[in-house]
Nanobody, 120 residues
Framework: QGQLVESGGGSVQPGGSLRLSCAAS????????MTWYRQAPGKERELVAS????????KTADSVKGRFTISRDNAKNTAYLQMNSLKPEDTAVYYC?????????????WGQGTQVTVSS
């Protein structure tokens, strides 16, 4: 049914930037809140940022606040995560998820993830 595909990951130096994309298909994108998670080796999945269905509200984890920005373009069925001032501790697989109506609800769809590596 619904599908999410992340892209934009890669290897960057500390202080660098990346922009991740999450392309959605198979469902009404504008009715779903979108969330970015990450999972580093040996660690549990961590919520990074979420955005409401219309993009009017966002939340970000303290660990990335001021550096990462979540956004969405409903006309393109795509969510984004702009990552600036990257740190080695940001290294993880980044996943996007879709939640119908609210980020408080269950995760209806998950992407396969994209690797982000920050090292010098």
């Amino acid at each position: 049914q619904g599908q999410l595909v992340e892209s934009g990951g890669g290897s960057v130096q500390p202080g660098g930037s990346l922009r991740l994309s999450c392309a959605a298909s198979g469902f009404t994108f504008s009715r779903y809140a979108m969330t970015w998670y990450r999972q580093a080796p040996g660690k549990e999945r961590e919520l990074v940022a979420s955005i409401t269905t219309g993009g009017t509200n966002t939340k970000t984890a303290d660990s990335v606040k001021g550096r990462f920005t979540i956004s969405r373009d409903n006309a393109k069925n795509t969510a984004y995560l702009q990552m600036n001032s990257l740190k080695p501790e940001d290294t993880a697989v980044y996943y996007c998820s879709a939640q119908r109506n609210s980020w408080n609800g269950p995760h209806d769809y998950w992407g396969q993830g994209t690797q982000v590596t920050v090292s010098s």
